[in-house]
């Protein structure tokens, strides 16, 4: 059962934390985990053409990351969980696109959509930012 959690120090109780938030917190911590594992995979084994590429993969995908998992706790709003969701699918789409191209040989020709869709996630956060 997930009952709401008590703060010691003030007496408030605090509700659960709903899924779709719990979800984006989790992924944030994957992508930067995941990020890691690739920057350290570019570093040591590949080849200096695809380092580029793949540490670029992995600061986006890390910076996206640390920013879900610390934005994702206070998204109460719609649209502020509208705007990171689309960042994960964003970044996911890039730099996914970009560690893809090199380990399986695919095209790259859905990574400006995923650059765009940050972008776009990003001013939405920030539109909604101002009108709280």
């Known amino acids: 059962m997930n009952l709401p959690a008590s703060d010691s120090h003030t007496g408030y109780v605090r509700a659960p934390t709903p899924?779709?938030?719990?979800?984006?917190i989790a992924a944030g911590a994957l992508l930067?985990?995941?990020a890691v594992a690739?920057?350290?995979y570019a570093a040591h084994?590949?080849?200096a053409h695809s380092q580029s590429r793949l540490q670029t993969a992995a600061v986006f995908?890390?910076?996206h990351g640390i920013a879900l998992a610390a934005l994702a706790p206070l998204a109460r709003r719609a649209l502020t969980r509208i705007a990171l969701y689309a960042?994960?699918?964003g970044v996911a789409v890039f730099s996914g696109g970009l560690a893809a191209a090199h380990f399986f040989a695919v095209s790259t020709g859905l990574l400006p959509?995923?650059?765009s869709l940050m972008i776009l996630a990003w001013?939405?956060?920030?539109?909604d930012a101002l009108r709280r």
């Open 45 to 47: 084994l590949a080849d």
């Open 123 to 127: 001013l939405v956060y920030a539109v």
């Open 32 to 34: 930067a985990a995941l």
């Open 19 to 24: 899924w779709s938030l719990r979800a984006l």
């Open 113 to 115: 959509y995923g650059g």
């Open 38 to 40: 690739l920057s350290a």
């Open 87 to 89: 960042a994960l699918i």
């Open 61 to 63: 995908a890390f910076g």
